[in-house]
């Protein structure tokens, strides 16, 4: 059973920036596409970014292009998510997802096989 484990989360004022980092704790685990999600106090879980894990291909949610970056690091098995220009409203539990294999989705819930733990983000204003 592949285990993603996140890293990162924690509390940054407004403008600022933090970096959250999720692995994969089998090694011969090769995933289609891992992605970023996260979930607010009362609100449903949404896709921020998702990346193509052969091609490096990126692709991002309105709310946070320009603002978040996605990138992999094939030789740890990790993908990592860079946040600037931080505001309240991205106050949330960040969770990474990988797909196993093939799926013609990258944005949706269900079309991720794996799920890490989540790590709270707190961005005060």
């Known amino acids: 059973q592949v285990q993603l484990v996140e890293s990162g989360g924690g509390l940054v004022q407004a403008g600022g920036s933090l970096r959250l980092s999720c692995a994969a704790s089998?090694?011969?685990?090769?995933?289609?596409?891992m992605g970023w999600f996260r979930q607010a106090p009362g609100k449903e879980r949404e896709f921020l970014a998702a990346?193509?894990?052969?091609?490096?291909?990126?692709y991002y949610a309105d709310s946070v292009e320009g603002r978040f970056t996605i990138s992999r690091d094939t030789a740890k098995n990790a993908a990592d998510l860079q946040m600037n220009s931080l505001k309240p409203e991205d106050t949330a539990v960040y969770y990474c997802?990988?797909?196993?294999?093939?799926?013609?989705?990258?944005?949706?819930?269900?079309?991720?096989?794996?799920w890490g733990q989540g790590t709270q983000v707190t961005v005060s204003s």
């Open positions: 990346i193509r894990w052969s091609s490096g291909s990126t």
């Open positions: 089998e090694r011969t685990f090769r995933p289609y596409v």
């Open positions: 997802a990988a797909q196993a294999g093939f799926s013609i989705s990258y944005s949706s819930l269900g079309a991720y096989d794996y």
